[in-house]
């Protein structure tokens, strides 16, 4: 996440609404990633879900026709607001999406509306098991459904124990379904060169394997034993979409975290923490796409990955420090960072692509 600040100096945040200095109204402009002031006559007006609900604070050009943020249009399906609790959980849930699409938009993948894009667009339907007992999150052909009650933080922990999961987030649960979007994006409607496919398949396994019956043995049996030595989460050994998925969402998560602490003038070294150093090879894309260009880029990465490790030993240390549960609970293995590695591949090759 970047770091703002008002014109009067003081320090904003990315939900921020308002400078508690100067009282100035702000909000986000997506197009120029940045916190803009607000005022009658200006070049911006505020999204109607923040004027009438107060959950956004993403702003439109002041003479667009649109009255909803490129974020709220998204949005096909939202929660009854007669409830105050549906709005409270609903603006947890705009939260969570807007840095899902901060973070999409800072690697150079666009997300059209299902509206603009019939084919390629996104919509979200965010329905409450409570009205809708059937309603489970997941993704379907461009449209990512998620359930409200896991906006509920004792909800979202009771589920996080019975699966045995050693994190459930709200953003983690926008980050994996985008992932699943962005394999419909862009490798499903637009089918993979072989190449890429076998490369894929290489890492990641074949995903023409049956899913349902994948999904079904993993909920019976639990993953395989020595799972964590070849994927970043005990789900994403159910099944090569899963795997794909959780990566993708573990790789948003190191961009963004890194992004956080570069933009507040923190610089990630790897020498001060003693880490066993991951071998080049961990760096390294299916010799089927490799190339020159390839090299320099497989070196960059390593760096990068290597600069979150030390970074991620530091922010679990701080949390215990303060008597709370590691931080960041995982391991990166060679395998898993190779599927990390491709992860990054694509995201280059997705860059403003339609």
Not at 47 to 75: D, K, M, Y
Not at 146 to 157: F, V
Request: glycine content about 6%; proline content about 6%.
């Amino acid at each position: 996440m970047q770091h703002f600040t008002c014109t009067c100096g003081n320090v904003l945040y990315f939900n921020s609404s308002r400078c508690l200095k100067c009282g100035s109204a702000v909000g986000f402009d997506p197009l120029t990633r940045s916190l803009s002031t607000v005022s009658p006559g200006g070049p911006y007006k505020r999204c109607a879900n923040g004027i009438q609900h107060a959950v956004c604070n993403w702003l439109l050009p002041s003479t667009s026709t649109e009255v909803f943020c490129c974020s709220c249009r998204l949005n096909r399906t939202i929660p009854d607001l007669r409830s105050a609790r549906n709005q409270m959980l609903w603006a947890r849930m705009e939260a969570a999406k807007h840095r899902l699409l901060h973070t999409l938009h800072g690697i150079g993948i666009s997300v059209p509306t299902q509206a603009e894009n019939p084919v390629a667009g996104l919509a979200f339907d965010i329905v409450s098991t409570i009205v809708d007992p059937t309603v489970t999150t997941g993704h379907l052909q461009g449209v990512i459904t998620l359930n409200l009650e896991e906006a509920d933080d004792t909800y979202r922990q009771i589920n996080r124990q019975q699966l045995g999961e050693s994190s459930r987030t709200l953003l983690g649960h926008f980050r994996h379904e985008s992932g699943h979007y962005v394999w419909h994006r862009f490798l499903a409607i637009h089918p993979m060169s072989d190449p890429q496919r076998q490369a894929f398949r290489q890492i990641f396994g074949d995903e023409t394997q049956n899913y349902a019956s994948a999904l079904s043995q993993h909920y019976q049996k639990g993953a395989p034993a020595g799972w964590d030595q070849h994927y970043i989460t005990a789900y994403a050994a159910s099944h090569p979409w899963e795997d794909w998925a959780e990566t993708w969402a573990h790789y948003l998560q190191i961009i963004d975290g890194l992004e956080t602490c570069e933009s507040y003038g923190i610089r990630v070294s790897t020498i001060p923490i003693p880490l066993i150093p991951l071998p080049i090879s961990a760096g390294t894309l299916p010799p089927r796409i490799t190339s020159e260009e390839h090299s320099y880029e497989d070196s960059a990465f390593l760096s990068m990955l290597q600069r979150w490790l030390c970074l991620s030993a530091v922010l679990n240390e701080v949390s215990q420090s303060l008597g709370e549960a590691p931080l960041y609970p995982y391991i990166i293995t060679v395998p898993i960072a190779r599927k990390l590695r491709l992860a990054h591949h694509y995201a280059k090759l997705w860059r403003d692509k339609p």
